[in-house]
């Protein structure tokens, strides 16, 4: 997975608690992405960073915040969750050597009841 | 009208058959090209990527764009059961843009 870790990878919650995800990379690459993954809609943009301190909204933000205090991690959090973001969560980078390409991690697999 | 278009399938061939993925979309501005590869509850994995017209070929994977007709294809030789997964067409403007995503075409190879 590129050197890409996510954590957790299954979590359980209840709504209108808060959750954070986290995406670790070993490969110092400048930008950083979420994704959410669901039947019907495929992968779409939650945030995006393009460096320390720096990020943006994509298609999907709303109930959704982002940090970026190191190069290596990238936190996302809901706020308070819903069962609407019940989904699959992918972190992705790019930005390295080869330019272009994404890299996804392994995913974060959550349920919100 | 979404900006990248990809017939969900499933689409079931046998093992040695030749496959053909294909995606469109509606932005010239997109320059850059790839196809991923997802396994059942796994990560997207990058299996091709191109940025020019034409064709790159990487062992029994070809990846094709026409940018004149905005359509851009994947071909699987002597496809394999390994080979069955959802493959994820995805396009974008340049480096540090999001993907903008097909939905995936789900691909079956029977022994």
């Known amino acids: 997975d590129a050197g890409i870790t996510q954590s957790p990878r299954h979590k359980v919650t209840e709504t209108g608690t808060p959750v954070t995800l986290r995406c670790h990379q070993t490969?110092?690459?400048?930008?950083m992405y979420w994704y959410r993954q669901d039947p019907g809609h495929g992968l779409r943009l939650i945030h995006y960073s393009y460096g320390v301190k720096d990020t943006d909204k994509g298609e999907v933000s709303d109930g959704y915040s982002v940090s970026r205090s190191k190069t290596e991690d990238f936190l996302l959090t809901l706020e308070s969750a819903t069962s609407s973001q019940t989904s699959v969560y992918f972190c992705?980078?790019?930005?390295?050597?080869?330019?272009?390409?994404?890299?996804f991690g392994p995913g974060t697999r959550l349920t919100v009841l | 009208q979404k900006e990248v278009e990809q017939d969900p399938g499933p689409l079931s061939v046998p093992e040695g058959a030749i496959v053909s993925l294909n995606c469109t979309y509606s932005n010239s501005a997109f320059q850059y090209f790839m196809w991923y590869r997802q396994y059942s509850r796994k990560g997207p994995e990058l299996l091709m990527y191109?940025?020019?017209?034409g064709n790159k070929e990487d062992g029994r994977f070809t990846a094709q764009v026409d940018k004149s007709s905005k359509y851009i294809s994947l071909f699987i030789r002597d496809s394999q059961p390994s080979d069955s997964a959802t493959y994820l067409c995805a396009i974008t403007r340049n480096s540090g843009y999001a993907l903008n995503f097909g939905k995936g075409t789900s691909l079956l190879v029977t022994p």
């Open positions: 490969e110092n690459h400048r930008y």
């Open positions: 992705a980078i790019s930005g390295g050597a080869g330019g272009n390409e994404q890299f």
């Open positions: 191109t940025y020019s017209s």
